[in-house]
């Protein structure tokens, strides 16, 4: 807590060492039997202590995949995969070392284990004592403004000062709640993975154009019965065209007549 000599800033020589607060962080990376029910188990485990899960990120990574042919219409698909999830709790403070220990429960391998904690007491005191600075100032420069601004400039100036000086009171005073917010609710990253799973299914396989295409003795058949459509309808064209075969034909033999004569 601060001393109540901080209200007044020339008394700062006087402050006294405020209460301790702290941010505290813990960075985990470990084994599961299996992601997905751990994963659970971690944000109801975070819900239930008055928390709540910032980000969540499972995916699972294919490592290899292949096939093999079993039989003339079947083929066994492999697939060997890692599922693992990135996720970021925050929690009170207050329950910070029981929600850890809990998720200590789902822990099959350990990879590492980083618990941080920084004290910002003094920087939201610095923080504090700035606003309360530039509060002062402000009030100043207005009371200036209100009783001794006489020309349009010098107010227009003034004025621009109360600003800058707002937006710095303004700058401090959101630092100190983020910080606040940082101290009530401790940050927990968590990355977690299970070993390598491997899948395998059994598809059909998907048969070329070949496959569907009939015996030879039954494609013999039917060019032999196209064939003979072929001719059908040739005969047919021919009798259709009787008349100008037989004009042709006379025409033939009278140009032969008359080519004899000229010889």
């Known amino acids: 807590e601060v001393s109540s000599d901080t209200s007044n800033p020339a008394k700062s020589n006087n402050l006294q060492q405020p ?23 971690i944000e109801n485990t975070a819900r239930k202590y008055g ?9 699972s990574t294919i490592n290899k995949q ?18 693992e999830n990135k996720m970021q709790l925050r929690v009170p403070n207050a329950q910070f070392d029981t929600v850890v220990k809990t998720i200590a429960r789902e822990v099959a391998f350990l990879d590492s284990r980083n618990l941080k904690a ?25 009371t200036a403004i ?6 349009l400039n010098q107010i227009t100036d003034a004025e621009d000062k109360v600003d800058e000086t707002s937006a710095e009171h303004d700058a401090k ?9 940082q101290v009530n609710f401790s940050t927990i990253t968590l990355q977690i993975y299970q070993r390598e799973t491997v899948k395998q299914e059994i598809v059909a ?19 032999i019965k196209s064939g003979w459509y072929i001719l059908e309808s040739l005969l047919v064209f021919v009798v259709q065209i009787w ?4 004009l042709g034909f006379l025409i033939f033999l009278l140009f032969r007549k008359y080519r004899t004569k000229v010889k």
Request: hydrophobic share 35%; no cysteine.
């Open 51 to 59: 928390g709540f899960v910032a980000s969540s990120a499972l995916e």
């Open 146 to 151: 209100d009783t001794k601004g006489k020309k």
């Open 173 to 181: 005073k959101i630092e100190n709640m983020a910080l606040q917010d």
């Open 66 to 83: 292949f096939s093999t042919k079993i039989s003339q219409d079947s083929t066994l698909e492999t697939t060997r995969y890692t599922v």
């Open 243 to 246: 008349s100008l075969i037989l």
């Open 205 to 223: 396989n998907e048969k070329n154009a070949s496959a569907y295409e009939p015996p030879l003795g039954l494609q013999l058949v039917d060019s």
């Open 19 to 41: 209460q301790r607060k702290f941010i505290r962080n813990a960075d985990l990376k470990f084994k599961v039997k299996n992601v997905s029910k751990s994963t659970d188990v």
């Open 118 to 142: 920084d004290d910002v007491a003094l920087q939201l005191l610095s923080n504090e004592l700035a606003q309360r600075r530039s509060a002062t100032h402000q009030q100043r420069l207005e």
